[in-house]
């Protein structure tokens, strides 16, 4: 009962904050819900399937430019949307097949091979636009109506986090996603009982990067340009800390892991480009933060950020009873 | 036919440098069962205090060798970090050193800017059989030979080194022995830093190093090691050159655009390969 009332209390806070922001200020906020997206499939691939991935920013890219390549070609803006999270599940399924044979460490460098692979090929693909990227990707418009103002990008980007909220919600509480956290502490004993397996762990990586696509298709139409210099190893090292600050395996956690990180990258880039300030500070303080965020939260709040607040509010009561 | 040559004998060079790396993850991963991620960030601190210290007026030799050091303190400082606290899962600590490797470029760019930096190596081209190759290549490969005769000497005859070796085939054997696992640890940390600092002391006169330089080099230098299962720094070494041999000849034959995709390439098939032949070990759930 309490968790609906906050869930709607934040739902009604994210559609009523947008006007009230300025132009750059909605520029984060839209940045900070894409971001969000990509992580809540991050959390859900890392902390129910159990395999860490350092290549999310790849699906990030073939979303944005899927969108982008059906626009500028004249397709219908709206479909490039559509296309984008489909695209992107079918590259993972397709990848996934021989790289989910791959464990831990073995996964993680793959994934950013598999990153590293994209890049390259992107830079170097005449059809993509090579190293300058894509450009003048239209403004979407859905049904005769043309977004071209970033509030409305804004709403829609509530509206698709929204939807991967809910996906993913119905996902965790179904019969597959108990499967799904069964093959997490136990890949043995989740196949002896009769999960299938390999079957899951491609469909949650599919999954997580169909989420990815949609944001990147999002992010198309929101900058009109992408290039593979959008989509460094960084942003993916980004998405993982967000995942991790914010505490594997929570949907929760992976909205406030996103916000925490994007604001305070954004602080500090702002305090970074004060007059007086060298001219790297912007670069040092935002790599400070991701490691420092990253290690300080491995070592001393292995769950989370939001398990450990959730851990925390029973005892205080309790406390609080005795007294 | 020359060119060939050529391009084995570069590949050679630039080869042993993704070895050193490999071997430096092999040599920590085999005691610790932690990929250091950072092991690519060790290589280019290496770099650029060497480039440091050389515009300093140290000689050659001495500024290479302290920036070597350099490094490998700062590996052992990585190794604390991973691994100091009790409990880290290999997992965790694999996490913790992406931070640190991240930590690595806010220093670089702190201290070093962004802009790629090098230093002058060894001079002048030699001709082999009718290739031309520069110098600095030949030197590249005489100093890594011996460092793997050494490092094979070094884990097989002394008492350090069979420590090391005990505490990577039976953690807890060699605990019940009396040696100090933890400890063992920060010092593969410590000899990975060092062999991570070689190689980019080594590869920068004739590769220019940029901070963001260490995601190539951990990769590659992965690539190698994953030939041996990350287990054996001799396979690192045939794995390494086989890469640095094989991007030349690529790149030398007109793909120079698609140089690190076949090094990536190769890396996935063999790692796919090695998995389908022999489940790999499933890491123990914490």
């Not at chain 1, 350092?54 to 899927?66: D, H, K, P, V």
């Not at chain 2, 210290?53 to 400082?77: I, N, Q, R, S, T």
């Not at chain 2, 796919?272 to 032949?277: G, H, P, V």
């Amino acid at each position: 009962m309490r968790r609906g009332l906050l869930l709607a209390g934040l739902g009604a806070a994210a559609l009523a904050l947008p006007p009230l922001l300025s132009g750059r200020e909605l520029t984060v906020f839209v940045l900070l819900g894409l971001a969000a997206m990509v992580t809540v499939g991050l959390s859900l691939l890392m902390g129910y399937a159990g395999q860490v991935s350092l290549g999310q920013a790849s699906f990030y890219a073939i979303g944005a430019y899927t969108a982008g390549l059906l626009a500028v070609h004249g397709a219908p803006t709206m479909l490039g949307l559509l296309a984008a999270p489909v695209v992107a599940a079918g590259f993972a399924a397709a990848v996934g097949v021989p790289l989910l044979r791959l464990r831990g460490h073995y996964l993680a460098f793959a994934t950013l091979a598999m990153q590293l692979i994209l890049l390259g090929v992107l830079s170097q693909a005449e059809w993509a636009g090579g190293a300058i990227g894509l450009q003048g990707i239209p403004y979407l418009s859905i049904g005769g109506l043309e977004l071209t103002e970033d509030l409305g990008y804004a709403y829609l980007t509530v509206a698709a986090l929204a939807l991967t909220l809910l996906v993913a919600h119905h996902i965790i509480g179904s019969r597959a996603g108990r499967g799904l956290r069964a093959l997490a502490t136990s890949e043995t004993a989740a196949a002896a009982s009769g999960v299938p397996v390999g079957r899951y762990r491609l469909a949650v990586f599919a999954l997580s990067a169909a989420f990815a696509g949609l944001a990147g298709g999002i992010y198309a139409f929101f900058l009109g340009y992408v290039s593979p210099g959008s989509f460094p190893i960084l942003l993916s090292i980004g998405y993982l800390v967000m995942a991790v600050v914010g505490g594997l395996g929570t949907l929760s956690g992976a909205v406030v892991g996103a916000a925490a990180v994007t604001l305070l990258v954004d602080l500090l880039n702002t305090v970074g480009t004060q007059p007086g300030m060298p001219s790297y500070a912007p670069s040092v303080l935002s790599y400070a933060v991701y490691s420092v965020l990253l290690v300080l939260v491995v070592l001393f709040l292995p769950r989370g950020i939001v398990p450990a607040l959730r851990d925390l509010p029973p005892r205080l009561l309790s406390r609080g009873d005795r007294a | 036919m020359s060119d060939l040559l050529q391009y084995v004998l570069t590949g050679l060079g630039v080869g042993c440098a993704y070895a050193l790396v490999g071997s430096g993850l092999v040599a920590i991963y085999r005691v610790t069962r932690v990929v250091n991620f950072a092991q690519g960030g060790l290589a280019v601190l290496g770099a650029m205090s060497a480039s440091t210290l050389l515009a300093a007026g140290l000689p050659h030799g001495v500024a290479e060798l302290l920036a070597v050091g350099l490094a490998a303190g700062a590996g052992l400082l990585v190794g604390l970090v991973a691994i100091g606290k009790p409990g880290t899962s290999p997992r965790s600590s694999l996490v913790i050193t992406l931070g640190l490797a991240v930590f690595g470029y806010a220093v670089a760019v702190l201290l070093w800017g962004d802009q790629p930096r090098s230093f002058p190596g060894l001079p002048g081209a030699v001709s082999l059989a009718g290739a031309r190759v520069q110098a600095h290549y030949l030197l590249v490969v005489a100093v890594t030979v011996p460092v793997f005769a050494g490092l094979a000497l070094f884990f097989s005859r002394t008492y350090l080194g069979k420590g090391l070796s005990a505490c990577a085939s039976n953690p807890y054997a060699a605990r019940i022995v009396g040696i100090n696992v933890t400890r063992m640890g920060l010092l593969a940390f410590t000899i990975g830093g060092a062999l991570g600092g070689l190689a980019g002391v080594l590869v920068t006169p004739v590769q220019q190093v940029t901070f963001d330089s260490d995601v190539a080099l951990v990769v590659n230098g992965f690539a190698a090691a994953v030939l041996g299962g990350l287990e054996r720094p001799g396979l690192a070494l045939a794995g390494g050159l086989l890469l640095g041999v094989g991007q030349t000849v690529v790149a030398g034959y007109g793909g120079a655009a698609y140089q690190i995709e076949v090094a990536l390439v190769l890396m996935l098939a063999v790692m796919i390969w090695r998995s389908a032949r022999r489940p790999l070990v499933e890491e123990p759930a914490v």
